[in-house]
């Protein structure tokens, strides 16, 4: 008769799981607010710690202000954070497994001094995942695409009804696992999104953005609990 014991049998278990549905052994990395704004940043403005949150704030000539993670991630992943739009335009955009063209998982910044249209055309140059919500200020709904290249999306969905308010608290979770990629808002499935071929991996970047034009606000918001758990 064969036995088995109770490790046998649990790396028999795992092993099918991880066949049949692609899961694989996590780390968990979780980031202080101090952690966070030490994180490279890139265009106009500042982040701060106040009453353990990180304060990330736009300031004068501001165009966008971009927090980069200084690592990169490969494989699954699950990113949970807490957030507060503290202006009433606060769009709050997340890149995650962004890089450069090819093979690698890293990309080059663009110069200090570039324009917002030579900052947008860097963006397109990226491979990345784009979640983009809270951006009524903008006259826009909550969109998420995959960007291929300059000339090329995997995807792109769209919301009909805008998900967030000012000076609420909201919990975040993106989940990259397999072939499947959900974003979640309090719980609520906000995109559920299947991609044959998804990105091998790269950084993750947070990005606010608030109005120019007449009536100029500048995007300022707040964040807690940040967790990746990652392979």
């Known amino acids: 008769m064969l ?8 790396l028999i278990i795992s092993s099918f799981f991880i066949a049949q549905y692609g899961l694989a052994q996590q780390n968990e990395t979780r980031f202080s607010p101090k952690e966070l704004a030490a994180w490279p940043t890139y265009g106009i403005g500042k982040s701060t710690v106040e009453n353990d949150e990180l304060i990330v704030e736009e300031t004068d000539g501001s165009d966008g202000f971009f927090l980069i993670s200084p690592e990169a991630y490969t494989g699954d992943m699950t990113l ?3 957030v507060k739009a503290l202006s009433e335009s606060s769009v709050q955009i997340v890149l995650f497994s962004a890089s450069g063209q090819g093979e690698t998982l890293d990309f080059d910044l663009p110069p200090a ?3 917002p249209r030579e900052v947008w055309n860097w963006r ?3 491979e990345h995942y784009n979640l983009t919500f809270n951006n009524i200020s903008h006259g826009n709904k909550p969109f998420f695409f995959k960007n291929i290249s300059p000339s090329e999306m995997g995807f792109r969905h769209n919301q009909q009804e805008n998900v967030m308010e000012p000076e609420a608290w909201y919990d975040v979770q993106i989940d990259k696992i397999g072939t499947q990629i959900t974003f979640r808002l309090n719980n609520k499935v906000v995109f559920d999104v299947k991609d044959h071929e998804p990105l091998k991996g790269g950084h993750l970047m947070f990005r606010i953005s608030g109005t120019n034009g ?3 606000i500048f995007a300022k918001a707040a964040y807690k609990d940040v967790v990746l758990k990652h392979q």
């Open 124 to 126: 397109t140059t990226l």
């Open 80 to 82: 949970t954070y807490k």
């Open 113 to 115: 001094d570039a324009t």
């Open 3 to 10: 036995r088995l014991n109770i490790q046998t049998c649990a």
């Open 214 to 216: 007449s009536k100029i």
